[in-house]
């Protein structure tokens, strides 16, 4: 099997009620995975070409005593799909969000996730996440937000981190990565510079098939 590989891009918008996001070129079948994170907790309304129901979600978690909220969705990218992705707030809050496209994966198994976590500290665990499909070559991908503190060290040991986005103002958002073939992964902590409420979580995304891979041209021989 062939490692799925990722790439992420992010930032913070100013306070709105709606927000427009552009997603990162893709070709179909791709997976696009969106976090976006609100100070305070108001609703979170996603539309996708003039539908609310084509990003599917992973989590929607508070941090402790509701200070803010982070909404987790993913979809395999369709031919003739657009290029924005609007999120309404239910009352004007800036938005903090992480954009992650997955290439190289399975195609059709949707990822999975552990059980989000939230709490108070500057050493932030996200959890242990096993594969329903089992040990393959599999990327697990360690997912972090804070409310008020950068996120300075990404990390867990062999996870590569993504760029730290975002403001002490409106809350952080940063991803760590492993390629690693089993079909379990517990990552070590994600850092802040000072303690902040915040939500963690880790996600799994299978490998494509050996025969899919030859067919896409992932291996050769």
């Not at 084509?54 to 369709?78: G, H």
């Amino acid at each position: 099997m062939t490692f799925p590989t990722a790439t992420e891009t992010g930032g913070t918008n100013a306070a709105s009620t709606s927000h427009d996001l552009s997603l990162p070129a893709f070709d179909a079948g791709d997976l696009i995975i969106v976090k976006a994170e609100t100070p305070s907790n108001p609703t979170h309304t996603w539309t996708f070409d003039a539908a609310t129901d084509k990003f599917t979600q992973l989590w929607s978690q508070d941090t402790s005593v509701s200070v803010s909220r982070e909404v987790c969705k993913y979809r395999i990218m369709q031919a003739g799909d657009g290029s924005t992705l609007t999120i309404g707030l239910g009352s004007s809050r800036a938005l903090t969000y992480s954009i992650i496209k997955v290439t190289g994966w399975h195609g059709t198994q949707a990822p999975e996730c552990a059980t989000a976590a939230a709490g108070y500290s500057n050493n932030i665990d996200p959890p242990s996440v096993t594969a329903s499909w089992g040990s393959g070559d599999n990327l697990f991908i360690a997912c972090c937000m804070t409310q008020d503190r950068a996120i300075t060290v990404a990390t867990p040991g062999d996870y590569t981190a993504f760029d730290n986005h975002g403001s002490d103002a409106n809350g952080y958002e940063r991803q760590a990565y492993r390629q690693l073939a089993s079909d379990t992964s517990n990552p070590g902590n994600f850092t802040a510079t000072g303690n902040s409420r915040y939500v963690t979580n880790t996600i799994v995304v299978r490998p494509v098939e050996p025969s899919k891979a030859r067919s896409y041209g992932y291996i050769t021989t």
